[in-house]
């Protein structure tokens, strides 16, 4: 059926070991239970080598992934044999996969509830267990896909570099649709100049957005020289920043939409903070050091 502008989606998911199966589905107006969409696919490559839970990940993964333009526009009702979200945010400092998946989650409004709807979990798992072949390709264009129209929210990117005499960083600092914000530092591991480093900051947050599946952002940096560079308004005269620029430019044409702006560097203290710890904590030897930063109140706030 259509879907009913206004109410709140359900999603459905499910993962077997060879394949991911999920439904997306509404309550009508008499409060029957209708599917909207639903999706199919094998497990592949080194997914099969996937813990179950990290299956049931990917199942939501791909799911959001298909459903995104429906996702976006309502609040989502997740229901599976185990809580995916919870798997993600129960760990402290994630990485590789978990922290790409988490990132891609940030951006949606998704609560998770114990399994109960026993018929609309049967079809997913249906869906899991007879999944498409594997050479048939997924349709693009999901039906009544304008009744969930909504004006797109654009990702942010800020980033920015430091270079010290034994090390350099990198900051880099993502805001999402939503508001929120993902901030990263690296530590670059081997010294440059600091034009360079302000190429490697870049390049860095693209290559994230793209593993993201982000395909529209903005990203914003203090280096001028580096923004018209990239725009085609400066013409480049070191020779050391051409094959920087080069991979810049490529990981630009991999978005629909992107724009590179220059902002004072007052408006990136966030990405300058985080490029200046990196190069202040940059090791001689290719080791990963762990930040944890939180914060606390010491007094009660009546005292501070």
């Known amino acids: 059926m259509a879907p009913i502008k206004g109410k709140p989606l359900i999603l459905y998911i499910a993962a077997l070991e060879r394949s991911l199966g999920a439904m997306l589905a509404q309550e009508n107006e008499d ?45 989502i009702t997740l229901i599976s044999k185990a809580d995916p979200l919870r798997y993600l945010m129960a760990k402290p400092v994630p990485s590789g996969r978990l922290a790409k998946w988490s990132l891609l989650l940030s951006e949606f409004e998704i609560k998770y509830v114990s399994q109960k709807a026993i018929k609309g979990q049967a079809l997913a798992d249906f869906l899991a267990a ?14 009544d896909e304008e009744v969930f129209s909504t004006e797109i929210s654009l990702w942010q990117l800020y980033f920015d570099a430091a270079t010290r005499k034994k090390g350099a960083g990198a900051g880099v600092v993502f805001i999402t649709p939503s508001g929120g914000l993902i901030p990263y530092s690296f530590s670059l591991m081997t010294l440059c100049s600091n034009n360079i480093a302000e190429y490697k900051a870049l390049i860095i947050g693209l290559e994230i957005t793209l593993e993201m599946s982000i395909n529209c952002l903005h990203a914003f940096g203090d280096s001028q020289l580096i923004v018209k560079q990239l725009n085609g308004q400066y013409a480049i005269k070191n020779e050391n920043l051409v094959s920087y620029n080069d991979r810049a430019k490529y990981l630009k044409t991999q978005f629909q939409e992107i724009q590179i702006a220059h902002i004072r560097r007052s408006e990136n203290d966030k990405a300058d903070a985080l490029a200046n710890l990196a190069a202040s904590l940059s090791l001689p030897e290719e080791r990963d050091i762990q930040v944890t930063v939180g914060e606390r109140h010491l007094l009660p706030p009546a005292f501070d």
């Open 130 to 143: 007879h999944p498409v072949p594997d050479n048939m390709e997924l349709p693009n264009d999901l039906p």
């Open 31 to 75: 409060g029957k239970e209708n599917a909207l969409y639903y999706l199919s696919r094998t497990v592949v490559g080194v997914e099969q080598n996937y813990t179950p839970i990290e299956k049931v990940c990917l199942a939501l993964i791909f799911a959001v992934q298909k459903l995104r333009n429906y996702i976006l526009s309502h609040g």
